[in-house]
RNA sequence: GUGCCCGUAGCUCAGUUGGAUAGAGCGUUAGCUUGCGGAGCUAAAGGUCGUACGUUCGAAUCGUAUCGGGCAUACCA
């Protein structure tokens, strides 16, 4: 089609003088054409007639491989055969159908999940992980280069925190868990918050206490932190794994910040950000229309988030030199990036930043108002919800007899989809009904179609034969559909809208539940079945492809 | 106050960058049924695209105003 594309494209600048540029578009149910073409409508005022007569003209001169009609308002529809169609497929087909190299050579970044390590993985780290890591497979499969981080939450205080909560309640190291951990952390901060309110300090002493105690290298304090960093990241790296997600490399804060500091304190002296007269360090950025200066360091001297970030960013940039660094980070967090983007303009870094943001998880309160869903209203943990899926898993399916892992290839595929069917920027209303859906669009099932086209095609597995004369015409729908992936996957990469890759996979799963109700594959002639196959087989690499672009994974059965 | 996001079917959401009769899923109703895997498929009902102007052949989409909701707005991470 592209070529007709480019027919177009000449035959409009031969007859009217412009260039136009020419997209072709589905056409409606129940209207007579494959692809509509809107130049005609386009080109009307500016050729003084009328938009059929532009269109009749334009026609004219196309070449006749197609038929073509004009209808509605003026639009150019295309009917195309199903041999024409899957010629156009056995053509384009190849080991790496839908891929394509545009980024070819480029590098990025995409730092996800960023966890925090001072509590448990909550529902609140889901959208970083998914939405991450699809950044990076859809960036892959348009030929980049991508590298992921893990920016843990681990700068300094949690540790004071953790341990002046751990000696008050008394806790056995040896039985710590981070669920604990997590605890005493939201009831620590609570208790110093309240101090603070009556002008007391002996909490938050003690915590900066223990912070010097591990700088001085004492055996105890040492001894707690590595006990408590261990427990926070296997727990993290556990539910990671559940979740089949990983990154390359995992630079915490506290890695930056002794770099982000030496960065602030260079800056200062170039003149590049101003000091308050109570010693804390701005950036000015008023240059970027942001009236709001961005701190770069706390008046006691001490690092904050855009200390640590300076920190990261200027690491990255002369470590893997990357043309683009994405941020998969909650949509709260749209200004502080704004703020963090004009910076690493103001310096000079350059790389293209980009904030992959995305709305909140919400729920629905007791006065069922639609609100944010956070840790004082019960937050729900991952693994909590990954138990829960798991479990409505093995009742829904209790006949299959899954294996653990089908499980949880099932539940974890339930979970991913139900963050990609929206556009990322929409929030998500918490519902478990909908998040574990296993009917209607929901990631099980895309993941039933592939097993039902891996079943068929192993059933009729060495099976061969000439596809002789056969019109593909029971087979058309299937086949636009799968024509459509190589643009789609191309037209995504920008933005990162994995919502499309998510919609389209359910589109073609429904397009094959269609396809097998009147077309019959072991029972057809010979050269039908062979035909019937090479779709069924391109649809499966199809679908299990774009799955794979939202890191779903597809269970041997269920 | 200012900035950003949003308002579409009972509910949750799409809407291909301005195109045809605004679409899915869930829910409701009615069909199909021992199938190459029916967790599916077909159909029906359900809409003043928050509201009002404007731009033009044409607006859910662009502009202005307005109402309503959410988030953010330097020493929390």
Not at 384 to 407: I, Q, S, Y
Request: aromatic content about 10%; hydrophobic content about 40%; glycine content about 8%.
């Amino acid at each position: 089609m592209e070529n007709l594309k480019n027919i177009i494209f000449e035959v409009v600048k031969k007859l009217y003088g412009v260039e136009v540029p020419v997209e072709f578009a589905p056409v409606p149910a129940e209207i007579e054409g494959d692809y509509s073409c809107n130049v005609a409508m386009r080109l009307a005022r500016a050729a003084g007639k009328a938009p059929h007569e532009v269109a009749s003209e334009i026609i004219a001169e196309l070449p006749a491989d197609y038929s073509y009609s004009v209808a509605g308002p003026g639009f150019i529809n295309i009917a195309v055969s199903g041999k024409a169609l899957y010629g156009q497929l056995a053509d384009a087909w190849n080991e790496t159908y839908g891929y394509n190299q545009s980024g070819a050579g480029k590098v990025a970044v995409s730092e996800f999940p960023s966890t925090n390590m001072a509590k448990p993985y909550s529902v609140g780290h889901l959208r970083p992980g998914t939405q991450g890591w699809a950044a990076k497979r859809i960036l892959e499969a348009n030929g980049w280069k991508v590298i992921t981080d893990n920016h843990l939450g681990d700068a300094g205080t949690p540790f004071g925190i953790w341990a002046t909560g751990f000696k008050r309640a008394g806790l056995d190291i040896d039985k710590v868990t981070i669920y604990d951990l997590g605890e005493l952390y939201i009831q620590m901060k609570a208790d110093m918050k309240a101090e603070a309110a009556a002008g007391e300090h002996a909490l938050a002493d003690a915590a900066q206490d223990w912070l010097l105690k591990l700088e001085s290298g004492d055996e105890e304090a040492r001894t707690l932190s590595e006990r408590f960093n261990k427990i926070s990241l296997d727990h993290i790296h556990s539910v990671m794994k559940r979740m089949n997600l990983s990154t390359d490399y995992e630079l915490g804060e506290s890695f930056f910040v002794e770099r982000g500091k030496a960065l602030v304190k260079q800056y200062l002296e170039a003149g590049v950000f101003t000091q308050n007269d109570d010693g804390s360090v701005i950036c000015p950025l008023d240059e970027f229309g942001i009236d709001v200066p961005m701190l770069m360091l706390k008046s006691n001297g001490a690092a904050l988030y855009a200390t640590t970030d300076l920190g990261c960013m200027d690491y990255r940039a002369k470590e893997w030199h990357p043309d683009k660094v994405i941020y998969a980070v909650g949509a709260e967090q749209k200004f502080y990036f704004e703020q963090l983007f004009a910076l690493a303009k103001k310096i000079g870094l350059p790389q293209e930043n980009m904030h992959l943001w995305f709305g909140t998880i919400d729920q629905i309160s007791p006065e069922g108002k639609r609100e944010k869903m956070s840790s004082r209203k019960g937050v729900v943990l991952l693994e909590a919800l990954l138990d829960d899926a798991e479990k409505r898993v093995r009742e829904n399916f209790a006949e299959a007899e899954l294996t653990d892992e089908d499980v949880r290839r099932i539940a974890t595929g339930a979970i991913k989809y139900s963050d990609f069917i929206a556009d990322r920027k929409t929030g998500i209303l918490y519902d478990p009904d909908k998040i574990f859906a296993l009917t209607g669009q929901s990631g099980p099932f895309c993941q039933y179609a592939c097993v039902r086209m891996r079943r068929i095609l192993e059933k009729n597995a060495g099976f061969e034969a000439e596809f002789g004369d056969y019109d593909f015409a029971a087979e058309k729908a299937v086949l636009l559909k799968l024509l459509e992936f190589p643009a789609l996957v191309a037209s995504v990469a920008d933005n990162l809208e994995a919502h499309k890759i998510a919609g389209y996979c359910f589109e073609l799963a429904q397009e094959m539940n269609r396809y097998y109700e009147n077309a019959p594959i072991s029972t057809a002639l010979d050269n039908v079945r062979a035909a019937r196959l090479w779709v069924v087989a391109r649809a499966m690499t199809v679908l299990e492809r774009g799955l794979d672009l939202l890191g779903i994974e597809i269970p041997d059965k269920m």
